[in-house]
């Protein structure tokens, strides 16, 4: 069963960067993906990054060029790095895994960015 700790949300001014972590555990099996969810109050959960292979990713139209998603798999760790935040970049930031074998799916708890106007 993998496991999923966010870190490193808060408040920042628009036009500021922030970076969140994602700390990985349990048992990592391949092939996977593993990436950033975002949900505002009242939208539906939406992608932000996503690591479709090792070195391949994609990314949401809104954050493309903005944002970057990186990983450690040393340490089982990966980041997203957000610059140029706007204050529609305002959600709960969720870390996201999914074992493709066995098409299993875990979510970490979120943690909340907040981007002042």
């Known amino acids: 069963q993998v496991h999923l700790v966010e870190s490193g949300g808060g408040l920042v001014q628009a036009g500021g960067s922030l970076r969140v972590s994602c700390a990985i555990s349990g048992d990592i099996l391949k092939p996977n993906v593993m990436g950033w969810y975002r949900q505002s109050p009242g939208k539906q959960r939406a992608l932000v990054a996503l690591?479709?292979?090792?070195?391949?990713?994609a990314y949401g139209d809104s954050v493309k060029g903005r944002f970057t998603i990186s990983r450690d798999d040393a340490s089982n760790t990966m980041w997203l790095q957000m610059n140029s935040l706007k204050p529609d970049d305002t959600a709960t930031y969720y870390c996201y895994f999914k074992e493709l074998i066995g098409n299993v799916e875990v979510w970490g708890q979120g943690t909340q960015v907040t981007v002042s106007s």
């Open positions: 690591f479709i292979s090792t070195d391949s990713t």
